[in-house]
């Protein structure tokens, strides 16, 4: 049971930081933050594998460009 307990705990922590990260990613795109700041740099290098096939696959609808908030 606390092997199990650690392990959830652990997917947990993961599961914020990543989630974490891409709002970050969105925020920095939204508010037109450089790809050369740091920050920025970061959050986009640990989400890349996971946005990138995202971007190709969500279509755009509306007014709302959902491609560029993705993979900027």
């Given at each position: 049971m606390l092997f199990v307990d650690i392990v959830r705990a652990l997917l947990d922590i993961l599961g914020s930081l990543l989630v974490g990260l891409l709002l970050l990613r969105a925020w920095a795109?939204?508010?037109g933050m450089p790809v050369r700041n740091p920050l920025a740099h970061f959050a986009r290098a640990l989400t890349d594998?996971?946005?990138?096939?995202?971007?190709r696959v969500i279509p755009s609808r509306g007014r709302i460009e959902w491609r560029r908030w993705s993979a900027h």
């Open positions: 795109a939204a508010i594998w996971l946005v990138k096939p995202l971007a």
